[in-house]
T-cell receptor
Framework: AQSVSQHNHHVILSEAASLELGCNYS??????LFWYVQYPGQHLQLLLK??????LVKGIKGFEAEFIKSKFSFNLRKPSVQWSDTAEYFC?????????????FGAGTQVVVTP | DAMVIQNPRYQVTQFGKPVTLSCSQT?????MYWYQQKSSQAPKLLFH???????NEADTPDNFQSRRPNTSFCFLDIRSPGLGDAAMYLC?????????????FGQGTRLTVV
């Protein structure tokens, strides 16, 4: 069955610490990969995406993610977090062959950055 | 400016009493989606529209229905809410139905069933 797994449900870290959130997927075909972020009280918004090409993609606010096909992973990273990065982060996947482009989400990781 | 607007933000309904959640968009997107997100779980797609074409997910209960009277509006109707239907309901849109199209989300409606 198709699935998206996020390894950590909650992460607490201090400002200036480095962040890495794990995401693994289980899909038979070729995929597109996304990270969405939801700041407190706000809507889900796209952080970055990978469709093809360079497996290291850069998104907004200093985030980046690396697609490792052999590991079915798309981990999110930020070298130095800020208090404003406190949010919930969702990994999502869809299949390139799916004409509807339906997204399947992971359960999310709640990140709290302390001053 | 909000582009996908969901009303209300919070909805309390009685067990078994029909309830309607609404979503509107200013993006003129062809595709609209409804997701259900229970606590600490992934958002789960319930159904989606491409224009007026409705597509139900196979495991979406019959208790959930949807209407899209025009491009801008989409409604989620829960005919007889049960306690297990308490969740955050997310509306999303995308310009087209191809896989590499960004989805835009509303802020969600948190439904409580009492």
């Amino acid at each position: 069955a198709q699935s998206v797994s996020q390894h950590n449900h909650h992460v607490i870290l201090s400002e200036a610490a480095s962040l890495e959130l794990g995401c693994n997927y289980s899909y038979g075909g070729t995929v597109n990969l996304f990270w969405y972020v939801q700041y407190p009280g706000q809507h889900l918004q796209l952080l970055l995406k990978y469709f093809s090409g360079d497996p290291l993609v850069k998104g907004i606010k200093g985030f980046e993610a690396e697609f490792i096909k052999s590991k079915f992973s798309f981990n999110l990273r930020k070298p130095s977090v800020q208090w404003s990065d406190t949010a919930e982060y969702f990994c999502a996947v869809n299949e390139k062959d799916d004409s509807w482009g339906k997204l399947q989400f992971g359960a999310g990781t709640q990140v709290v950055v302390t001053p | 400016d909000a582009m996908v607007i969901q009303n209300p933000r919070y909805q309390v309904t009685q067990f078994g009493k029909p309830v309607t959640l609404s979503c509107s968009q200013t993006l003129n997107h062809n595709v609209m989606y409804w997701y259900q997100q229970k606590s600490s779980q992934a958002p789960k797609l319930l159904f989606h529209y491409y224009d007026k074409d409705f597509n139900n997910e196979a495991d979406t209960p019959d208790n959930f229905q949807s209407r899209r009277p025009n491009t801008s509006f989409c409604f989620l109707d829960i005919r007889s809410p049960g306690l297990g239907d308490a969740a955050m309901y997310l509306c999303a849109t995308s310009a087209d139905r191809v896989p590499n199209t960004e989805a835009f989300f509303g802020q969600g409606t948190r439904l409580t069933v009492v």
